[in-house]
Every structure is written in structure tokens, then in C-alpha cells.
């Protein structure tokens, strides 16, 4: 059975009650006047199609065992994070407050403005191109959006993106297997 948590508040300090909380050290301050206006879908499996363990909490902290596995080598020296996780079985874990920056999206632009890590929340979900998401992601998901709509309402339905969409080229998450149209059904409920 899946976890199912309830997402459906966030604090004056950017948190959502009721889900894990794992600080990840790679965060800033965002830009002063500015406003929270996209939200961003990836997707990460670490190692890649690996649903086991730990490893992306370790990676969005900086304490992956590069030993563990081949790939980490290539990944070794990268700084990232998300402000969400939403693991296969549901499990919601939020790395950074909403309102300070997370690293997410890296070199993006969004209809002509760079720097999209300066006014998006990044939302990963754990999979991969190859693979589908679970019920359960697109149900927690749903909820997390609606929840951060309400808190940030600039954050409308156009303005839910996926990392493909704002670096198109070089980033194809969260991947052909995402079911956007389940997520839009879903958010007009």
C-alpha cells in the first residue's frame, strides 16, 4: 500500500505539513520582487531505472556514495536539488521551502525569461523516459500542485511545465511516459 499524504498546506515558511522534510543544502535566496509564477515536473532515478533505496535523497544532500554505482562518477560534482520528491509509492518529501530557490532546472528559459530556478518550484517525480508513473504519483502530485496554485497563483495551468519544456535540447524529463493529460483532468477536479 502506497503513502498518501496530506499536502494540502503550506506554512509562512514555505513548508507543506504533514510530509517528510529532508533539507538539502543546494538552495539560495531567490531575487528580491520576485514572483512565483511556474512549476516544474522532472523526473530522476538514481541509479538510472533504479527505484530502490536512498539514492536521490543522498544526491539532493550531497552524500551519494559514488562508489555505489558506475553512473554517480558522472554525477559526482553536481549541485542539485528540488524543493519536492514524490517517490513510486506516493511518499512526498520536500528538500527546500518554497521560497527560497531550488537548483532544478539549471540553464531553462520560459517564454523569453531566463533563470527559471529564479521563479519556479521544481517538482521530481521518481522514474524515468522509459517507464510510467504510479497511481499514487499522479494523485499526491495533483494535490501538491492545487496546494501550491493556492498559496502561488500565478502558478496557473499553462504554467505547469516539464523540464523538457523549459530546456528543450537537454533535458527530456519527466519523458514521453508522463500522462499530461491524466494530470490536467486530474487538477480541473
Given at each position: 500500500?502506497?503513502?498518501?499524504?496530506?499536502?494540502?498546506?503550506?506554512?509562512?515558511?514555505?513548508?507543506?505539513?504533514?510530509?517528510?522534510?529532508?533539507?538539502?543544502?543546494?538552495?539560495?535566496?531567490?531575487?528580491?520582487?520576485?514572483?512565483?509564477?511556474?512549476?516544474?515536473?522532472?523526473?530522476?532515478?538514481?541509479?538510472?531505472?533504479?527505484?530502490?533505496?536512498?539514492?536521490?535523497?543522498?544526491?539532493?544532500?550531497?552524500?551519494?556514495?559514488?562508489?555505489?554505482?558506475?553512473?554517480?562518477?558522472?554525477?559526482?560534482?553536481?549541485?542539485?536539488?528540488?524543493?519536492?520528491?514524490i517517490r513510486r509509492d506516493g511518499e512526498v518529501i520536500q528538500f527546500v521551502?518554497?521560497?527560497?530557490?531550488?537548483?532544478?532546472?539549471?540553464?531553462?528559459?520560459?517564454?523569453?525569461?531566463?533563470?527559471?530556478?529564479?521563479?519556479?518550484?521544481?517538482?521530481?517525480?521518481?522514474?524515468?523516459?522509459?517507464?510510467?508513473?504510479?497511481?499514487?504519483?499522479?494523485?499526491?502530485?495533483?494535490?501538491?500542485?492545487?496546494?501550491?496554485?493556492?498559496?502561488?497563483?500565478?502558478?496557473?495551468?499553462?504554467?505547469?511545465?516539464?523540464?523538457?519544456?523549459?530546456?528543450?535540447?537537454?533535458?527530456?524529463?519527466?519523458?514521453?511516459?508522463?500522462?499530461?493529460?491524466?494530470?490536467?483532468?486530474?487538477?480541473?477536479?
Open positions: 500500500m502506497g503513502v498518501k499524504p496530506t499536502v494540502n498546506e503550506i506554512d509562512s515558511e514555505g513548508f507543506v505539513g504533514n510530509i517528510r522534510q529532508i533539507e538539502s543544502p543546494n538552495k539560495d535566496a531567490r531575487p528580491k520582487d520576485v514572483d512565483i509564477d511556474l512549476l516544474i515536473i522532472h523526473s530522476i532515478s538514481l541509479p538510472p531505472g533504479d527505484y530502490a533505496g536512498g539514492d536521490i535523497e543522498a544526491f539532493f544532500c550531497n552524500k551519494l556514495d559514488v562508489k555505489k554505482d558506475p553512473f554517480y562518477e558522472s554525477i559526482k560534482d553536481l549541485r542539485v536539488s528540488a524543493h519536492f520528491l521551502s518554497t521560497e527560497l530557490r531550488a537548483w532544478h532546472a539549471g540553464k531553462s528559459e520560459f517564454f523569453g525569461k531566463n533563470r527559471c530556478n529564479d521563479f519556479s518550484i521544481g517538482i521530481e517525480l521518481e522514474g524515468c523516459d522509459e517507464d510510467s508513473f504510479a497511481n499514487l504519483q499522479y494523485a499526491n502530485l495533483s494535490s501538491l500542485v492545487k496546494t501550491l496554485q493556492g498559496r502561488y497563483p500565478g502558478i496557473t495551468s499553462e504554467r505547469v511545465v516539464g523540464h523538457s519544456d523549459v530546456s528543450p535540447g537537454r533535458k527530456t524529463d519527466p519523458g514521453p511516459r508522463f500522462d499530461w493529460s491524466r494530470l490536467k483532468n486530474q487538477l480541473e477536479k
